[in-house]
């Protein structure tokens, strides 16, 4: 399995994003998958899920309202939109994919398998 992410960049505080995470070598719409993100010397935490149904949608509460989490399963690709970035919002990004089939959405991370490679988003003036 390979989850290839992409779409970050620096932004202004306010601007938006939208990262892609496109996967390969499995049924991809069988499987929840997630968002996080890693800063410097922290954990990597859980920002947003997806059932693998795309009925439920799952945010911490510092995003929600700004983030959304969708998936297009005919391009084995999930996205995240970003709106209103803040300063604090600057980390390297993570789409995740867990290893069973039909799993739940998970805020841990220990949960999921397969991860991409990180796209680093940046928010300053």
């Known amino acids: 399995v390979q989850l290839q992410a992409s779409g970050g960049g620096w932004v202004q505080p306010g601007g938006s994003l939208t990262l892609s995470c496109a996967a390969s070598g499995r049924t991809f719409s069988r499987y929840a998958m997630a968002w996080f993100r890693q800063a410097p010397g922290e954990e990597r935490k859980f920002l947003a899920g997806?059932?693998?149904?795309?009925?439920?949608?799952y945010y911490t509460d510092s995003v929600k309202g700004r983030f959304a989490i969708s998936r297009d399963d005919a391009k084995s690709t999930v996205y995240l939109q970003m709106n209103s970035l803040k300063p604090e919002d600057t980390a390297v990004y993570y789409c995740?994919?867990?290893?069973?089939?039909?799993?739940?959405?998970?805020?841990?991370?220990?949960?999921?398998?397969?991860w991409g490679q990180g796209t680093q988003v940046t928010v300053s003036s």
């Open positions: 995740a994919l867990p290893n069973e089939r039909h799993a739940s959405v998970s805020e841990d991370y220990t949960s999921y398998y397969y």
């Open positions: 997806i059932t693998w149904t795309g009925n439920n949608r």
